[in-house]
């Protein structure tokens, strides 16, 4: 059985810094593209970053600057670095991976919760 599971959230100040790590698991042939999402309270899930194979990058406008995706395909990991967090940027984080094994897929983790005070 293939998963992907976040770690790293917690609660930061303003203008603090978190790093977000996704690692895949399980029969797993190869990873295609990889991605971030988050959902506040009351709002849709809404794309953060994703990144492809060949480690092209996607941002959305409200994190550009601020966070940073990346991966290790070694270890079947996507990372988001972010800087200079907001409070908009409270949400619970969760990680996609277009994922092919015995079956492909697009896998989606538990989520994170990433708190961001003022």
């Known amino acids: 059985q293939v998963q992907v599971v976040e770690s790293g959230g917690g ?11 996704c690692a895949a698991s399980g029969s797993i042939i190869r990873i295609n ?3 971030w999402y988050r959902q506040a309270p009351g709002k849709q899930r809404e794309l953060v970053a994703a990144i492809t194979s060949g480690r092209k990058t996607n941002y959305a406008d409200s994190v550009k600057g601020r966070f940073t995706i990346s991966r290790d395909n070694t270890k079947n ?3 988001l670095q972010m800087n200079s967090l907001k409070p908009e940027d409270t949400a619970v984080y969760y990680c996609n991976a277009d ?3 015995i079956v492909h897929g697009t896998i989606w983790g538990q989520g994170t ?3 961001v005070s003022s």
């Open 11 to 21: 609660l930061v100040q303003a203008g603090g810094s978190l790093r977000l790590s």
């Open 33 to 35: 593209d990889m991605g």
């Open 77 to 79: 990991t996507v990372y």
């Open 99 to 101: 994922i092919v094994g």
């Open 113 to 115: 919760q990433v708190t």
